[in-house]
Structures are given as structure tokens and as C-alpha cells.
């Protein structure tokens, strides 16, 4: 089965400087991989996806996504974080190629803590 | 505006007791699916329904039914049968087909086993 690893519980970064959240990823064949943001008590918004072409991937709110295959790895980044950027950040991949249907597998999730 | 209603918000429950939780979607999508998050575990695949009167089951589908018999609702079933009920549960909905479908999700369903 597809899967994916969130390395990180928590990231703490000051307003203004760059951040960077954690993916590494397990798949067989091409990966389709997803990041998605959930505020407190909220499910879940979509970020962005990576399926192929550009390695770096542009999403809402300033987001974007770093695919490296020799790592396997896709990290989510922002140049400059603001406080209300904190929130838990999921990664995700899709799974259920075995039986042809298309469902997502998450990670744990990582908690971004912004402070001012 | 399109979207997915989940209901109730808060939910609780007496040991022993089934619960129903709803969810509609007015997307016109063709895909379904329930998520249960724990802290510290992510979001764990229930059940999903890729086309009305059909459903496959996910990772952790004990204790759990559900049934698809309109396009738009996924009502999600907690039988007394399963055995840590307490959760917060997610429903989503994508356009289906096996493609990199982009998964749109309701606000969710806390549920508290008293």
C-alpha cells in the first residue's frame, strides 16, 4: 500500500521567516501526492497536488511543494509565515490502485505553530 | 454554495447505543468517503462509495455501516460494536473516477461515548 510520513509532531517558526513542513513518501508507480491545512474543530482544505510535470508545485496562500524523487520526499513551504498559518498541515497520497478505486492515504500530520 | 453538511456537529452517546451521522453533499459528486481522526494518528479511511448502491470498506471498517442509495448522502453508521467510538469523523466527496481527484471536506462530526 501506498503510503506517507509526517517526521515532525510540531514546527515552530517566527512571523516573517520561512517554513518548511516535512513529507516523505512510500509508493509503487507514480506518485499523486496532496497537502491539506485543518484549523481547529474545521475539516480539512486543499492546498495543493503534485501529479507530474514542474517539481514545484504553487498552491493557495502563498503554499507551495517541493517534489524530489531520489528523496521521495515533498515538503510544503512558504517563504514568509504569518500567525494565522497555524494550523495542523496533512500530507497525503493516493491509494487503492491495487483495486482500482481512488482513495487518499494521510499522514499523522504536523501541528505549525506561528508566533509573532 | 456547493458544499458538504455534516450533522449533528457534537454527538454523544451511551455505551451499547448505535448513532447515525449524516452527511450530504450537493457537489454532484459521484465519490463519498468517512475518515475518523484520533490525535496523534491522522485520518483513517472508514468506508467510501465511488457510485451509488455500491461502498467498499476502508482501513478500519469494524464497528462501522454505512449506505449510499442517493448520489448525495453517506450516512455513516457507529454500532455498538465498535469498541472506541470517541472521534472526530470527516466526510468527503470528490468527482471520483481514479484520477488525482481532489478530496472536498465537511466540517465534521465529534462524537463522545459517555
Known amino acids: 500500500a501506498q503510503s506517507v510520513a509526517q517526521p515532525e509532531d510540531q514546527v515552530n517558526v517566527a512571523e516573517g521567516n520561512p517554513l518548511t513542513v516535512k513529507c516523505t513518501y512510500s509508493?509503487?508507480?507514480?506518485?499523486?501526492l496532496f497537502w491539506y491545512v485543518q484549523y481547529p474543530n474545521r475539516g480539512l482544505q486543499f492546498l495543493l497536488k503534485?501529479?507530474?510535470?514542474?517539481?514545484l508545485v504553487k498552491g493557495s496562500y502563498g503554499f507551495e511543494a517541493e517534489f524530489n524523487k531520489s528523496q521521495t520526499s515533498f515538503h510544503l513551504k512558504k517563504p514568509s509565515a504569518l500567525v494565522s498559518d497555524s494550523a495542523l498541515y496533512f500530507c497525503?497520497?493516493?491509494?487503492?490502485?491495487?483495486?482500482?478505486?481512488?482513495?487518499?492515504?494521510f499522514g499523522k500530520g504536523t501541528m505549525l505553530l506561528v508566533s509573532p | 454554495d456547493g458544499g458538504i453538511t455534516q450533522s449533528p456537529k457534537y454527538l454523544f452517546r451511551k455505551e451499547g447505543q448505535n448513532v447515525t451521522l449524516s452527511c450530504e453533499q450537493n457537489?454532484?459528486?459521484?465519490?463519498m468517503y468517512w475518515y475518523r481522526q484520533d490525535p496523534g494518528q491522522g485520518l483513517r479511511l472508514i468506508y467510501y462509495?465511488?457510485?451509488?448502491?455500491?461502498?467498499q470498506k476502508g482501513d478500519i471498517a469494524e464497528g462501522y455501516s454505512v449506505s449510499r442509495e442517493k448520489k448525495e448522502s453517506f450516512p455513516l453508521t457507529v454500532t455498538s460494536a465498535q469498541k472506541n467510538p470517541t472521534a472526530f469523523y470527516l466526510c468527503?466527496?470528490?468527482?471520483?473516477?481514479?484520477?488525482?481527484?481532489?478530496?472536498?471536506f465537511g466540517a465534521g462530526s465529534r462524537l463522545t461515548v459517555l
Open positions: 462509495s465511488q457510485i451509488v448502491n455500491d461502498f
Open positions: 503534485y501529479i507530474t510535470g514542474d517539481n
Open positions: 468527503a466527496s470528490s468527482r471520483g473516477g481514479f484520477g488525482a481527484n481532489v478530496l472536498t
Open positions: 497525503a497520497v493516493r491509494d487503492g490502485v491495487a483495486s482500482g478505486y481512488s482513495t487518499l492515504t
Open positions: 457537489l454532484n459528486h459521484d465519490a
Open positions: 509508493v509503487s508507480g507514480n506518485p499523486y
